[in-house]
């Protein structure tokens, strides 16, 4: 499988103009999601995986520039939205096979790897990949245009990173009051992008610190296992598959009452993430 380039790499160096930088990152990501787009066929997992977490960089790196055109933020960042979504069931029926697999007990036998989902699932094949290489070059000349065409600084996104955070805040605490799986979802894109964000400035911007930069992470690995639960629970619930009823009813209780714990973990660490 094709390797990542050097985190480094995909950082701001305080050195350089930020607007040449955020261009390299940018074609870099570019590059990297269109290696993994050419391993879909092969393997899937990994190289969705891959693939989706550099949209997910891409359109945090968008959102630096959204303040200052708001417009060309929103057009570029709904092409990454779709590019990312046209992989959603491929990697949530790989979500919920490994999600159901921990929670099956001994006495209930493996999880079934012909389960019935309710829904078609569209796996990776040459046309998609050809699709998503296409979409990935309009992209880069957007992409391109979007940054050569703002004034960047230290203090434009010092600003638009503190207001990433804000805004993380402002959505724990309607989780925290709700305890809807959809603001968990929110909640955990918001931390996601702020972590992307502040990963991208690390060197430049250094009174954003590691320590935030760690709780980030850690509140959305946490989030993540929230709604990888979330797509099991919803998979058991339409599937048609002859899945035993009473492991299926087992298995939603579990991630039920596993969820519930995994809440009150996020909004404990999630304390800190505007202090």
């Known amino acids: 499988m094709t390797g990542r380039a050097p985190a480094h790499e995909y950082r701001i160096s305080p050195s350089a103009e930020i607007a040449s930088e955020l261009v390299r990152i940018a074609r870099a990501e570019i590059a ?22 550099s949209i997910k960089r891409l359109r945090a790196l968008v959102r630096l520039g959204r303040e200052e055109d708001a417009a060309a933020a929103r057009s ?14 491929a990697r949530d029926a790989e979500v919920v096979k490994r999600t159901a697999s921990k929670l099956c007990s001994p006495g209930e036998g493996e999880f079934p790897t012909d389960f019935d989902f309710g829904q078609p699932v569209n796996l990776p094949d040459q046309r998609l990949i050809q699709t998503v290489t296409d979409s990935l070059e309009e992209v880069r000349v957007e992409l391109d245009q979007f940054i050569a065409g703002i004034e960047w600084s230290d203090e434009q996104i010092r600003a638009a990173i503190e207001q990433e955070i804000e805004n ?18 929110d909640w955990r894109k918001r931390v996601q992008r702020c972590a992307n964000q502040l990963r991208l400035v690390a060197a430049m911007v250094p009174v954003l610190s590691a ?10 690995e946490i989030l ?6 979330t797509i099991l629970r919803h998979a058991l619930q339409r599937s048609r598959s002859e899945f035993h009823k009473k492991s299926n009813t087992s298995l939603r209780k579990k991630a039920k009452k596993h969820q519930s714990h995994l809440r ?8 800190s993430i505007g202090a």
Do not use: C, T, W
Request: charged share 35%; hydrophobic share 35%.
């Open 32 to 53: 990297f999601a269109k290696a993994m787009a050419g391993e879909f066929v092969i393997d899937p997992v990994e190289p969705i995986h891959q693939f989706r977490k």
């Open 76 to 89: 570029i960042d709904r092409m990454l939205r779709d590019v990312g979504r046209s992989l959603g069931d």
């Open 168 to 185: 993380a805040v402002r959505d724990m605490q309607r989780f925290s009051k709700s305890g809807h799986d959809e603001e968990a979802h």
């Open 211 to 220: 320590d935030q930069l760690e709780n980030l992470n850690h509140v959305a």
């Open 224 to 229: 993540g296992d929230y709604n990888d639960l």
């Open 264 to 271: 009150k973990l996020a909004l404990e660490s999630g304390k």
